[in-house]
């Protein structure tokens, strides 16, 4: 593996170059970290459970013809990737009022809100991750008109998926966020999902007690049990059957 050459490595996750050209490896880290890295910690087994809830996830997106980067998982921590050029920016769905978004509009977190909502971010240099308009993303080229309106439809065909699959486990999809880049095929872009949708990446709450959070709110608000959460989630979509299983499987990762 140390031969292999690094591409990035980001908080959660290391790219390395992939067998062929256009591809990339991507490889799930046990590493925590939130508040803007103020947070850090090792939560073992994440990476693995992660690993296995994106690729669940992507491969039953891909299904439904939602595009992404996903190819196939490879081990336990790592998956095949297309090599994108990412757009910059940070995609946010939101079902239900939860985390800065109460804080910004005054609402009471679990406000059902009256439909979803697409927000765009963008992170600076400085890492400062901002709410920016449509007006900014096509004045700055970040994205253009015909690539946002892609962004908004394949947004809210991820969030009506996720929401039922999730339903259907007694889970409720609070929010999450993605990111997108573009596959050039020919002299065409396309716009696809990328990076990995996970509990790091949505808020996922029991349906029957609100305040069971299964998704890294337990390490933003130092409730612990994070491990076991989200392999609660793994097993409840039926990824992995139980939590031995998954310690057993790390091992030999
Ligand atoms: N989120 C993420 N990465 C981030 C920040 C947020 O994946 O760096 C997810 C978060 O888990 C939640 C959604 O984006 O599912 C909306 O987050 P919000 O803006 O409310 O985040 P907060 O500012 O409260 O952390």
Not at 4 to 15: P, S
């Amino acid at each position: 593996m140390s031969r292999r050459k690094k591409i990035y490595e980001g908080a959660a996750k290391i790219l390395y170059e992939g067998p062929e050209p256009g591809t990339l490896i991507q490889h799930f880290k046990d590493d925590g970290i939130a508040l803007n890295t103020q947070k850090q910690e090792i939560i073992e087994g994440k990476g693995v459970i992660n690993n296995r809830i994106s690729e669940f996830v992507m491969t039953n997106l891909n299904a439904i013809g939602v595009p992404t980067h996903f190819i196939r998982r490879i081990n336990m921590r790592e998956q095949l990737i297309r090599e994108v050029e990412v757009i910059p920016l940070e995609i946010k769905c939101r079902n239900v009022a939860a985390g800065s978004f109460c804080e910004r509009l005054g609402l009471p977190e679990g406000q059902i809100l009256p439909r979803s909502i697409v927000e765009f971010y963008f992170k600076t240099e400085q890492g400062n991750v901002t709410l920016v308009s449509e007006e900014h993303v096509t004045a700055f080229n970040w994205a253009s008109t015909q690539e946002i309106d892609d962004i908004i439809a394949l947004t809210l065909r991820v969030n009506d998926f996720l929401y039922g699959m999730f339903s259907a486990v007694g889970i409720r999809l609070v929010d999450f966020r993605v990111e997108y880049g573009r596959l050039y095929e020919n002299d065409m872009a396309r716009t696809v999902l990328a990076d990995e949708i996970s509990p790091d990446s949505c808020r996922l709450w029991d349906v029957l007690d609100n305040n069971n959070r299964l998704d890294k709110d337990r390490f933003r608000q130092d409730r612990g049990m994070i491990g076991e959460a989200y392999t609660e989630v793994a097993r409840r979509l039926g990824i992995v059957k139980d939590h031995r299983l998954v310690a057993a499987q790390n091992e030999g990762a």
